[in-house]
């Protein structure tokens, strides 16, 4: 025994490890619901699903309001409103300035991109799920009503919404990142599908162009019947320049950034 | 442990800090101070890894900051209350904290119940506490993975007398057992209370660093006369660099021996002399960063 009491509680050896990217990922899908603005944005996505359903009850013809017809409607309000979510898990960092703390914790400033991203397409996938939901509740309303109701469903179409969504949110997410400013990334992001229009509509020359990248026009054919391989194609190329580009340069300028 | 090794920020031609280099042992409280932009905000953002330097590198706990996997079981940072969501609760940015760093659940109520934020504070949105409240916050949000660091910027930044009075003790409490402390603060008043340890800053450079009590016994003799403008002349006969202080007296640079003798040769009637202690070091910090203020105010 030693004549020396025991000292205070002396501090605590810390953890080696550091957080595994699906701890992050979980944190980042529980800081897109615990604002009210960020819950508010979740409950109007599924919202306007549920209200684009209800339309399709009363104006689409009885024998024609199929589950498939309720479901594809939908997709399009949502995928307008997911890449406002994805920018706004970003660009909510820098305008609240969590940045600083979130950082302090997680220096790698890769791992909570990566988790960010993880978390939005979550998000996204989870879209996909309410929309079927709501249109399976839609089908059921319309058989109560005298409408067809049938339960067909092209399958081909479930991948394709998902890849809509998701592309959605991660074209959100990568203006975000490389904006880094919310009302600048959302007004970018939501005008630039008009620019391509007024611009394409005005100047022969960018007609041809505009087939390849404006993703209205490229995005489109996933919800309708079939997509063929020049679809693909030009769809693949339009993603590249307005997904993959942003999110790349996006990623390089978080990492760079001084944080104060 | 924090080791800052010749830390250089340049901003366009603009040096935000030059050539920093200090040490914050454990068991120690280091009070970091200067007028406000002299640098220590970007010091400390570089230490944690929020700002890269343009030269130079620290290491915390022996690692660079963004080397550590988790750091906030290591260093508690605390570099700006403000920095947190205005929309959630108190509870919920700390229930983010916990789970990044894999702390258990219950550490959230216990730390709030530390800082002295009760039930119906943690449940309140961020956005309406008072900005004593968002230190006391971001205070438990430093202490939640029970780091054996700390790197606090500003912390009695709008913390009332009680409050500061509180966090002293909770501080000289962390660094007796054993823990770092680095806090800066633009009040000389507010860290001598607490801190072992003083670096000095002023236009980016370190222009003072050591133990508290060699600073203060290297800040001069005051020394006051009835003849207070006689004083002023013998003491500059003799080459005593003297300065006015704030109350009267004379700051003087030398022993109290040599001031005294000075006098008893001019048959001067002395008043006080003694060591000028903080009054001195607060003389000190006047003079040494006051060319650096000034420019932060032309600038």
């Known amino acids: 025994m030693t004549a020396v009491t025991a000292p205070a509680p002396a501090l605590r050896r810390p953890a080696a490890t550091g957080p595994s990217l699906a701890r992050l990922t979980g944190v980042e899908l529980r800081k897109l619901a615990d604002t009210r603005a960020g819950r508010w944005l979740l409950i109007t996505i599924g919202l306007v699903a549920a209200v684009i359903v209800t339309v399709q009850i009363f104006v689409v013809e009885d024998a024609e309001q199929t589950f498939t017809a309720f479901f594809t409607p939908a997709l399009f309000p949502v995928g307008l409103l997911l890449p406002v979510l994805g920018i706004l898990s970003i660009t909510g960092e820098w305008s609240q300035r969590t940045a600083l703390t979130t950082f302090a914790l997680v220096p790698r400033r890769e791992r909570v991109v990566t988790a960010k991203l993880a978390a939005v397409v979550l998000a996204a996938l989870a879209s996909v799920l309410v929309s079927l939901a709501v249109a399976a509740a839609g089908t059921l309303a319309s058989r109560a009503t005298g409408g067809a109701g049938a339960w067909t469903l092209d399958w081909h179409l479930l991948p394709y919404a998902a890849v809509f969504q998701v592309a959605n949110v991660l074209m959100g997410a990568g203006f975000g990142l490389l904006l880094l400013n919310t009302p600048l990334a959302i007004v970018t992001y939501l005008l630039l599908p008009t620019v391509w229009s007024i611009l394409a509509a005005m100047i022969r020359a960018l007609r041809e162009p505009a087939r390849w990248l404006d993703t209205s026009v490229t995005m489109e054919p996933l919800l309708s019947p079939g997509m063929t391989a020049g679809e693909w194609g030009r769809l693949g190329v339009s993603l590249a320049v307005w997904l993959l580009v942003p999110l790349v340069a996006g990623l390089v300028r978080t990492l760079r950034r001084e944080v104060s | 442990m924090i080791e800052v090794h010749h830390l250089t920020k340049r901003y366009g031609p603009h040096t935000a800090v030059e050539d920093v280099s200090f040490r914050c042992e454990p ?273």
């Not at chain 2, 120690?28 to 890894?49: D, E, H, Q, W, Y």
């Not at chain 2, 002349?233 to 030398?254: K, N, S």
């Not at chain 2, 903080?278 to 000034?294: I, M, P, R």
């Open chain 2, 27 to 299: 068991g120690t409280v280091t009070g970091f101070l200067g007028p406000n932009g002299a640098g220590k905000s970007t010091t400390m953002r570089m230490i944690c890894g929020m700002t890269t330097p343009s030269a130079g590198g620290a290491t915390v706990a022996g690692r660079p900051y963004r080397e550590l996997p988790n750091p906030g079981r290591e260093i508690g940072v605390l570099l700006d209350a403000s920095a947190q969501h205005a929309g959630r609760t108190g509870r919920e940015a700390l229930t983010l904290a916990a789970r990044t760093m894999g702390v258990a659940r219950g550490q959230v109520a216990t730390k709030l119940d530390l800082v002295g934020l009760n039930e119906t504070a943690a449940r309140r949105r961020v956005g309406a506490y008072s900005l004593g409240m968002r230190q006391r916050l971001g205070l438990a949000l430093a202490l939640l993975g029970d780091p054996r660091v700390l790197i606090l910027d500003e912390p009695a930044n709008g913390l009332d007398p009680e409050g500061i009075f509180w966090m002293r003790g909770l501080l000289r409490d962390f660094a007796d057992r054993g823990g770092t402390v680095l806090l800066s603060s633009h009040l000389l008043r507010e860290v001598e209370a607490v801190a072992d340890r003083l670096v000095v800053i002023g236009g980016g450079r370190v222009v003072a660093q050591g133990g508290k009590d060699e600073l203060l016994a290297g800040a001069g003799t005051l020394v006051r006369a009835r003849d207070q403008h006689a004083l002023r002349l013998t003491l500059d006969r003799a080459g005593l660099p003297a300065t006015a202080g704030t109350d009267g007296g004379y700051v003087v640079r030398a022993e109290p021996e040599a001031v005294g003798q000075a006098a008893a040769d001019a048959g001067l009637v002395l008043t006080e002399l003694r060591p000028a202690g903080s009054g001195g070091l607060e003389q000190l910090f006047l003079t040494l960063t006051a060319g650096a203020s000034t420019k932060e105010a032309v600038r």
